[in-house]
């Protein structure tokens, strides 16, 4: 065995030294008084650790944590709410858009011989192609289509860029 | 008062239900204070920082992924903020991250905890609270908290041969203050 060091009685008193190594150890210690001190005091230190008691946290931290959280963080719920309903509003907006261009542009001499469909008018409004946009490009409406396909591209680069910028605060509070 | 499981209430805060976070306060804040008051060495700033910690833990609880235990990512946090409030009070722990060279020295204010102490025990609890922070920490992770040496490490971001040479150095330490008075003598 090696020379009785602070290091073998620590692993002893873990339970990380083989059966032999124990053997050989209680051997040498009962050889060696100030080495049987050591562990025995080392012994104690460890029982006396063993039964420690945790520190009581203030009475009222748990209401106080809640209460700054409540402040701090918006409920989930009414977060996911709010998006809810500006998601809703751009879809709707852009199945107005989509039904208006769609009614619009469909020729009023062919209305009667085609079906009244969705489907159907978006084949006639494909159909209908260069033709119609250049009607489109020269008509009143064309200002009003663009602002309002501006209007929803802006908003939602808004909203990609807020959520990029949460992620990134979700992440740094994890790495810190 | 619900009747969950840490997982459950893990689950149901992460669902939305926030209330079921006090759950979670209640179960974890002794543990918490006990390892922030060993860190910071003051009761008001390991309160304050017990609250810091709190906030970030829930926060950052849509990110746990269980990939570890909860305890170990909870104490992370918990620690991590501790340094942070270090940092902003400008005391720090030397080198952190790597360093385990940190000296101590438990004779500076032996007399006067021996002259309060009324036998080895109790000496010997009051020595703890003079351990540098990681020191401290480690005998509070190790002893009363029951995590692994491989878990403390984690959460220290030290490697597991440093943390045991850690868990080992405290426990010398202590040790040879317990034989200086001869406080041996209780036991042997």
Known sequence: MKQINDDLLNKYIDGELTRQEIDELEYFISTDPSSLEKLKTLKMVDEVLKKMQRDKAPANVTKRVMSQITSAIPDKYNKNHFFVIIISFFVLTIIGLLSYILTSYVPSQNTSSYSNTVIEKINLFILSGVGQFTSIIGGNNFHLIVASIMLIVMFTIYFLFESHKSFKKKLDSVVH | ?188
């Open chain 2, 1 to 188: 008062m619900k009747n969950l499981t840490e997982l459950e209430i893990i689950e149901s805060v992460k669902r939305g239900n926030q209330t079921d976070f006090t759950l979670l306060v209640d179960m974890y804040k002794d543990r918490a204070f006990s390892l922030l008051k060993r860190l910071l060495k003051n009761e008001m700033d390991a309160e304050e920082a017990l609250m810091d910690s709190f906030v970030k833990v829930y926060k950052s609880l849509p990110n746990f992924r269980f990939e570890s235990k909860f305890s170990t990512w909870f104490y992370k946090i918990v620690y991590n903020t501790g340094l942070t409030f270090l940092s902003s009070k400008n005391r720090r722990i030397d080198n952190e991250t790597s360093s385990i060279d940190e000296y101590f020295e438990l004779g500076e204010n032996d007399d006067e905890i021996y002259a309060k102490a009324e036998n080895g025990k109790e000496y010997l609890l009051k020595l703890v609270d003079k351990l540098p922070p990681r020191h401290a920490l480690i005998i509070i992770l190790f002893y009363i908290d029951d995590l692994s040496l491989n878990e403390i490490s984690q959460v220290l971001d030290l490697s597991l041969v440093n943390t045991k040479v850690l868990l080992h150095r405290s426990r010398n330490g202590l040790r040879d203050m317990l034989l200086k008075h001869n406080y041996q003598e209780e036991i042997l």
